[in-house]
């Protein structure tokens, strides 16, 4: 076909159908999303066991005679090294307080569960280190076949939540 011009001039094309869409894809299996790994996590029941009995170790007599009470707020921290420690300076109190913080920190984060073991295997040295020093005065006095007639009830409340926040799981 000519134009007025003398250009050719294409037929005009059959219109075509639009081209076919393609399917659409089948459907994702929707598998459960991966759950994230929570920042914060309630304590077990032994853990609270171990934090309370740490805690409370503050408020119980360490050492129990009928002459002498102590709690950990009425003995210094250089007694656990120095029998002859005087009296003032920071007191075992403080000491107490910050492992029983530390081992409820390192309960409630994943994250930390390595301060929540150390903590425990602290609360338990310390008793220990009261006790070996108690008998180091005793001896000195003479009086050491009382020994375990002086130790309070707040050593062995110390001691046992430090063993159970050492050895308890946090997994539920």
């Given at each position: 076909?000519?134009?007025?011009?003398g250009m050719l001039l294409a037929e005009p094309a059959s219109v075509l159908p639009a081209p076919a869409m393609p399917p659409p894809p089948p459907p994702l299996e929707v598998e459960s999303a991966p759950t994230?790994?929570?920042?914060?996590?309630?304590?077990?029941?032994?853990?609270?066991?171990?934090?309370?009995?740490?805690?409370?170790?503050?408020?119980?007599?360490?050492?129990?005679?009928?002459?002498?009470?102590?709690?950990p707020s009425d003995i210094p921290v250089?007694?656990?090294y120095d029998v002859d420690a005087p009296?003032?300076?920071?007191?075992?109190?403080?000491?107490v307080t910050g492992l029983a913080a530390a081992?409820?920190?390192?309960?409630?984060?994943p994250a930390t569960d390595w301060l929540r073991r150390i903590a425990g295997t602290v609360a338990l040295i310390v008793p220990f280190l009261v006790m070996t020093q108690?008998?180091?005065?005793?001896d000195e006095s003479g009086q050491s076949n009382s020994f375990w007639g002086f130790i309070g009830v707040g050593c062995f409340s110390i001691g046992a939540g430090g063993l159970l926040a050492m050895l308890s799981s946090n997994r539920k």
């Open positions: 076909m000519e134009s007025d011009h994230r790994a929570r920042l914060f996590r309630a304590p077990t029941a032994n853990l609270w066991t171990a934090i309370i009995l740490v805690s409370g170790s503050a408020a119980l007599p360490w050492i129990a005679s009928p002459s002498v009470r102590a709690i250089r007694f656990l009296s003032g300076g920071v007191s075992l109190f403080w000491i081992i409820l920190l390192g309960s409630i984060s108690w008998l180091r005065y005793l």
